[in-house]
């Protein structure tokens, strides 16, 4: 029989989601939670792998361990300002996702701490399940745009002067010959300390055989960045690097190659429709772009702890018309049943 796609309304009053309550429905697309909810937990959503987008509503304080563990689907994660705790590998191999959530709030710090790609809640796509790679890199309408070639590389003092004047009412965008772009958003640029002149030639070296010790294999090798630029950025820039066709719509790692050789992750994100891999950073380096996690890399995100036990509970009827386990919903004033 063909997959059936499933959608969930979860009923007004319910109070929390239980652990393993939707666990292993494959079939789920979409679910809807009420505000009457306060918790979800533990392996709540662990292998939905059809679930595409999720928004958490405002009275969630807390989201239980690997709740939407291997949700390989899941692109876009809503969480409000309000949810506090986010247990272990809560979203451990969901390799499409992007959490959105207010700046500054402990889903940021959670989005940080385990490399996970983060955008402020403003950022949130018209159409959540938007997935990253649909999303063209593009140059803000009303930029001021700065095209450097081979030969001149360099922007002078007082020519980052005036793009600073000028960034107080466009965003500025520096695009290298190589079509390495340094996006610095509208009101954020100011003069670097010490610097005379700003140098953002970048050399993109693809050839594998270049590397000294690489820790990954050659077919794992995206392409290595090196800049010319060293230390603070005028400020934290979007920068948009163009890869191999063959890359789009994959994720890929970000690592800094430090002094000693050693890998310091930075973060990943997924290659766009125009064959774009756009980070963010504040200053330059060296630096390596990998198809496949480090797990012995600095910084690296957590790998997956597979012996979790998944539970199984009750049964929902689904939109689509397919049973799935949903053993785990309490409502106001009703203890969790458990089966």
């Known amino acids: 029989e ?72 899941l692109t876009s994660v809503t969480i409000p300002e309000g949810v506090m705790e986010i247990g272990w590998f809560a979203f451990e191999n969901c390799d499409q996702l992007t959490i959105y959530a207010p700046a500054g709030s402990y889903a940021q710090k959670y989005a940080e701490t385990y490399g996970i790609p983060f955008q402020p809640l403003e950022n949130l796509p018209q159409d959540p399940s938007q997935t990253p790679s649909e999303t063209p890199s593009q140059i803000p309408e009303d930029a001021k745009v700065v095209t450097l070639n081979t030969e001149k590389t360099t922007v002078s003092k007082e020519e980052m002067d005036s793009l600073i004047a000028e960034n107080k009412d466009h965003a500025v965008v520096i695009e290298l010959a190589n079509s390495i772009r340094f996006t610095f958003a509208k009101g954020t640029m100011k003069a670097v300390d010490g610097k005379t002149s700003y140098d953002f030639g970048a050399e993109i070296n693809r050839d594998y055989s270049k590397l000294d010790n690489p820790p990954f294999a050659e077919d794992e090798f995206v392409q290595e960045i090196n800049y010319n630029y060293s230390g603070n950025l005028p400020a934290e820039a979007s920068i948009s ?4 066709a063959k890359w789009i719509g994959k994720r890929l790692y970000y690592y800094e190659v430090t002094a000693d050789g050693t890998y310091k992750y930075v973060s990943s994100s997924v290659v766009d429709k125009d064959g774009y891999f756009t980070i963010r950073q504040s200053h330059c380096s060296d630096y390596v772009v990998s198809a496949k996690a480090l797990t012995g890399a600095a910084g690296s995100p957590a790998t997956g ?28 004033g009703k203890k969790s049943r458990r089966f």
């Open 241 to 244: 690097i163009p890869v191999d």
């Open 2 to 73: 063909g997959k059936q796609e499933s959608v969930v309304t979860v009923p007004e009053g319910v109070t929390s989601i239980g652990d393993g309550a939707f666990s292993g429905c494959s079939s789920l697309t979409s679910v809807e939670i009420p505000d009457s909810v306060t918790s979800i937990g533990d392996d709540a959503f662990s292998g939905c792998s059809s679930l595409t987008s999720v928004t958490i509503p405002e009275g969630v304080t807390s989201i239980g361990g690997s709740t939407f563990y291997g949700c390989s689907s």
């Open 305 to 332: 702890d597979t012996s979790a036990a998944l539970l199984w509970a009750a049964v929902l009827l689904l939109a689509a018309g397919t049973l799935c386990a949903a053993g785990g919903l309490t409502a106001a």
